[in-house]
């Protein structure tokens, strides 16, 4: 942190009190680049809340603004998140990152790398991600001078004055995940059963944390660890909050147990907040072994088709690990392609991972 070499700007961490000056930076800086959000997205859509947000980060570890300053202007800015789950904590996400356009060319971009890099390796981190549009040399010359490298494409990543822009996903390690690797894994059912199908409603948090709970048992195949399942009172609020939004989809696949449900199925997508990137959902369809093979994530996977092609979803997307040959098969039955592979993205039950990103056309 300081002074750069030509003592014209200076790299800090922000503090909640940067925080109007910082939403009036970025709503400029977007209305000067077609790289970045739609001009004026950023304040209605992330801004309301951004300085208890910003506090929080801070407090936690869990992310930070680094902001390039000239007097009292921020003339740069880069904001970087922790994974969000206890096992990729360590996989810092660079997802917002801007230049006054007078000040690119100075070092700036360089000088932010280079604090955020610092953050996130005094936080443990093992390894940077960032999405980057084909079509920005600039940013693409940054990101390779800072030592990143593609790991793959997303076929139209956004969509900007109605044109189609893919992206490429790029990563750097910053240590080494010396654990062993996974070696394909194939498991089979342990039992059988005939489900229900219907919508995830706002009192099922019980039932659904009871299933998350034993999902995460039975198998090494996931990124979410025990840990991140929350307690009942918080999953109520997080579903009464969440199946409100329009842009969301959950199923559930049931069965009667003791007189009352057991969830042994769910379905579930999410488009992508960004307007340029909405025609994007992430999909999870994730099944109890008991009813493996049962036609039950066939089921659940339809319905979470047809929600797609009603809402005009153009793609859905899936997070898969590669040692999950029987996720790997389902989802290419399913018309699922790889995308792009992050290798050794994470530790799982002390042996490292790759995740596979699939997407299918809808």
Known sequence: MGASKEEDFTIRHAVPADVPALDAAIARIDEE??????????????????????????????????????????????????????????????????????????????????????????QGAWRLDLRVDTQNPRGLALYRKRGFIIEGRIVDGACTHGIWRDHFLMAKALRPLTEPAWAPL????????????????????????????????????LLMGPDDVPDEATMAKTLEEGLEES???DMVAVVTDNGGERIVGHATAAREAPTRMQHNAYANVHVLRSHWRCGIGRRLAAELEAWARAQNVRRLTGLLTAHNTGALRFAAARGFREELVSPRYAVVDGKTVDRVRVVKFV
């Open 33 to 122: 680049t077609e790289f970045l959000a739609k001009p004026g997205e950023y304040m209605r859509r992330w801004a309301p809340g951004f300085a208890d947000r910003l506090k929080e980060m801070g407090e936690k570890g869990t992310g930070a603004y680094v902001l390039a300053a000239n007097g009292g202007e921020i003339v740069g800015f880069l904001g970087a998140f922790a994974g969000p789950l206890a096992r990729t904590r360590g996989v810092i996400y660079i997802a917002h990152v801007g230049v006054r356009e007078t000040w690119r060319g100075r070092g700036v971009g360089t000088a932010l790398f280079g604090a955020i890099e610092d953050w996130a390796r005094a």
């Open 247 to 249: 842009g969301r989809f």
């Open 186 to 221: 194939e498991l089979g059912p342990d039992g059988e059963g005939a489900p229900g199908f219907r919508r995830l409603q706002a009192d099922d948090a019980g039932k659904l944390r009871a299933f998350q709970l034993k999902l995460l048992a039975e198998t090494p195949f």
